[in-house]
């Protein structure tokens, strides 16, 4: 019964249709409440705690089963979710501001994060052909990661975007 409550993180995997967004949408209020307790290391800490206890909770889950990636299993999709959160939270630890306060990075990491782990390009989709628990988890690692390159590049453009608008100002 834990390991399903927390394979499902709470039961969002347990929502339809869609339980991999769902599960990406619980992880954002769970990702701001870990920064406010224990900032940017605490994330990062956070979702390697995850990533051990998922890829060892999907394995005992899935032993034996036919299907190694149930679609209720979304605690994958709260590590990379957090990952693809980092630079936000990175940047607004920085700033000293509150994470809130760069919502178009928490947008961006959101949007960017589902994108690639439905789309699973390159070593993602590879990772996701594994066929274990490992593979489960390590999907949404790789969506993660793209995600939060995406969300660094976009946060350059807008704000190249933003200083050369400024700079132009009489």
């Not at 039961?11 to 769902?22: C, K, M, S």
């Not at 998922?54 to 005992?60: D, E, L, N």
């Not at 590590?79 to 501001?97: F, H, K, R």
Request: proline share 5%; net charge neutral.
């Amino acid at each position: 019964m834990m390991r399903r409550l927390i394979l499902s993180f709470f039961g969002a995997g347990f929502l339809r249709p869609a339980p991999g967004t769902w599960g990406s949408l619980a992880a954002m209020p769970a990702a701001w409440a870990l920064y406010q307790i224990a900032g940017v290391i605490g994330l990062v800490a956070g979702a390697a705690i995850l990533f051990w206890v998922g890829t060892s909770a999907t394995a005992r889950e899935t032993a034996n089963a036919q299907d190694h990636d149930p679609s209720w299993i979304v605690i994958d999709e709260v590590v990379g979710q957090w990952i693809a959160l980092l630079p936000v939270a990175i940047g607004a630890w920085n700033a000293g501001l509150s994470p809130l306060r760069l919502w178009p990075g928490i947008i961006a990491g959101f949007l960017l994060f589902r994108l690639f782990d439905i789309w699973k390009p390159w070593i993602i989709g590879r990772a996701d052909r594994r066929g274990d628990a490992l593979g489960v988890m390590l999907d949404d690692v790789w969506a993660g990661v793209f995600a939060a390159l995406g969300v660094v590049a976009l946060a350059t453009l807008a704000h190249a975007g933003f200083i050369f608008f400024v700079a132009d100002q009489p």
